[in-house]
């Protein structure tokens, strides 16, 4: 009973959750020309902070997102 050989560990509780369910797509606008870029995040990581390049102005922007596994909990594109 419990854990098999995993691998994992420590991070998810029940049943593993499959890859495919911890990417989720969010829409975030460009801080430079306003547009609306879709992102595709992964949820498996609680608290992420990257760089994106706009797919209209091409000028990079961080984001910073914070997440369950399978649901995105909040994006922000902090203003520089
Ligand atoms: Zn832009």
Redesign the pocket.
């Known amino acids: 009973m419990g854990r098999g050989g995993g691998g994992w560990g420590f991070a998810f509780r029940g049943a593993p959750a499959k890859v495919a369910d911890v990417q989720e797509s969010e829409t975030i606008q460009?801080?430079?020309?306003?547009?609306s870029?879709d992102l595709v995040l992964d949820t498996s990581v609680a608290s992420q902070r990257f760089t994106t390049d706009?797919?209209?102005?091409?000028?990079p922007?961080e984001v910073f997102a914070e997440c369950e596994p399978g649901e995105v909990l909040s994006v922000e594109v902090p203003a520089n």
């Open positions: 460009c801080p430079f020309c306003g547009q870029n706009c797919e209209v102005c091409c000028r922007f």
